[in-house]
Structure formats: structure tokens, C-alpha cells
């Protein structure tokens, strides 16, 4: 009997020890991933405190440069519509977003500069919202050309559509462990391995699946309708239009999954 209680409790002192082993192994991963993780300099999942910190809007209530309504003579004014990308989300500087260099770009070497490009630009819009936009403050810059930052996820959603291509949890979203979910890194690593690997072996939909799945739904009708009003209205109103595409940066190549949105979109630019 003596022997057996021995036993039990020997097993117990195991399964403790390669428990405490475990968390210590853990605790040295997290610190690892605390010391060389950006977060805590720039944590985008924060979008509150980021906005704090970076976004000055001006009066007009956007992220950009004071322009006035009146364009200055001998002035060509460009008018970019967009969403997040646009708007420079992740971008501590206004002057390192796109638009502001294509704009330094365009003037660099002259003596006076002869472009602007002005951004109304807003985080989640959709091309109904920049179309909106247009029509309610974009015309009072009498903009020379009109230029849509289309990115895919820009169409708006119908509510018969349903892919999800969100990053599933890892662990269950339980109060006690909501801690562990915003604040470890290691864990944001594990989850984000985790969800790229069943991408991988194709038991979770990808955003460039969701994508291509949009471009066959209504939501896509629904877009054409959206394109087809600025095509429209920059033929009546007299000025240039053009879609610039955004692509998936992170999958540019020879297989690359969405050259057929692009195809699509070049019919309408």
C-alpha cells in the first residue's frame, strides 16, 4: 500500500514539475517577444491611442495638409478618395503616406509647384462612403482629377454574403483569459502561425479568398453601380477620373490570387 501511495504522489511531483518547467519555458517566451516587439512604441491594435498620438486633421476634419476650396491658378488638383490605406493607418507621418509622396514627387525639381493632391480619406469607407464624400465636399476643390484608392475590401458587404476570413482565437474568449489575448505577445505570434497554417492546409478562408468570392456576389453589383456614378459624373462635370488599384502587397508575385479583380476594375479606369 505503502508503495502505491509512493508511486501516486512521485507521478504528481512530475506532472508539477513539467507544469512549473512549462510556465517558466512560456514566461521566457513572452519576454522575448516583449523585448523585441514594436507594440508598445506603436500598437495599431490600439487605434484609439494611435490616433492620439499621430492623426492631426485639419479644419476641414481631414488627414492632410490645409488646402482651400479656390484652386490656385495654373494648379492641377488631384482629389484622392480612400479608405485606411489612404488615410495612412500604421503611418506615424503624414508625409510618408503615398499620396504625399507621389505629391512631393510630382513637384520635386520645379520652381513653383503645380500639383496638389488632396486626401479625403477615412479608416472603414467603402466606395459608397468615398462616393458620398465626393458629392457632399469633394466638388467644393474643383478637383481636375478625381483619384479612386480602391482597395479590395472596399466593396461594400451585402447581407446575403457570408465568407469569413477573420483570425480564429486560440484560446476560448473566457473574462480570465482576455488578459492573456491583448497584452501577450507570444500569443499573437502562436495565433497568427496558427491561423496562416490552416490557411495552408485550406480549413480556414483566406482575405484573398473572401475577395474573389465578393467579386462574383452581389456585392459586387452592387459596386458597379457605385464605379458606373463616378464614370457618369465625371463625363457631365468635365474633370478626369482613374482607379488606383492597391494591391496585396504581402502576396505580389507570379501567383499572385487576385489578378482578376484587377482585370475586372481596369474596364472602369
Same mark, same amino acid.
Given at each position: 500500500?505503502r508503495?502505491s ?24 517566451l ?9 507594440a ?6 490600439k487605434?484609439?491611442?494611435w490616433h ?12 492632410d495638409?490645409e ?18 490605406q489612404?488615410?495612412?493607418?500604421? #503611418? =506615424?507621418? +503624414?508625409?510618408? @503616406?503615398?499620396?504625399? !509622396?507621389?505629391?512631393? /514627387?510630382?513637384?520635386? %525639381? ?26 457632399l ?14 482597395y479590395h ?5 451585402s ?7 477573420s ?26 502561425? #496558427? =491561423?496562416r +497554417?490552416?490557411? @495552408?492546409?485550406?480549413? !480556414?478562408?483566406?482575405? /484573398?479568398d473572401?475577395? %474573389? ?9 452592387m459596386?458597379?453601380i ?5 464614370l ?13 488599384h ?24
Open positions: 500500500m508503495s501511495i509512493t508511486g501516486k504522489k512521485a507521478f504528481f511531483l512530475k506532472i508539477l514539475i513539467l507544469n512549473i518547467a512549462l510556465l517558466f519555458s512560456v514566461g521566457f513572452e519576454l522575448g517577444f516583449q523585448i523585441v516587439s514594436t508598445k512604441i506603436d500598437n495599431f491594435a487605434t484609439q491611442e492620439k498620438k499621430y492623426v492631426v486633421r485639419n479644419s476641414k476634419g481631414y488627414r495638409k488646402y482651400s476650396y479656390e484652386k490656385p491658378e495654373g494648379v492641377f488638383r488631384i482629389l484622392v478618395l480612400g479608405d485606411s489612404t488615410f495612412g493607418h500604421g #503611418i =506615424n507621418k +503624414l508625409e510618408d @503616406t503615398w499620396h504625399k !509622396k507621389l505629391e512631393n /514627387s510630382l513637384n520635386k %525639381n520645379l520652381d513653383h509647384p503645380r500639383f496638389e493632391i488632396i486626401s479625403l480619406a477615412g479608416e472603414g469607407w467603402n466606395t459608397d462612403t468615398q462616393l458620398y464624400e465626393l458629392f465636399n469633394g466638388f467644393k476643390f474643383n478637383p481636375d482629377l478625381v483619384l479612386l484608392a480602391f475590401n472596399d466593396i461594400p458587404r447581407q446575403f454574403f457570408d465568407c469569413q476570413a483570425d480564429i482565437d486560440v484560446i476560448p474568449a473566457y473574462k480570465i483569459l482576455k488578459i492573456i489575448n491583448e497584452n501577450s505577445e507570444f500569443y499573437r505570434f502562436l495565433k497568427f502561425r #496558427i =491561423n +497554417l490552416l490557411e @495552408t492546409l485550406n480549413w !480556414k478562408n483566406k482575405f /484573398s473572401c475577395i %474573389n468570392e465578393k467579386f462574383q456576389s452581389r456585392s459586387w453589383e459596386e458597379k457605385y464605379l458606373n456614378t463616378f457618369t459624373t465625371s463625363r457631365v462635370k468635365k474633370y478626369h477620373f482613374m482607379i488606383a492597391i494591391p496585396l502587397l504581402h502576396e505580389l508575385g507570379d501567383k499572385y490570387s487576385l489578378k482578376s479583380s484587377h482585370k475586372v476594375l481596369k474596364d472602369y479606369s
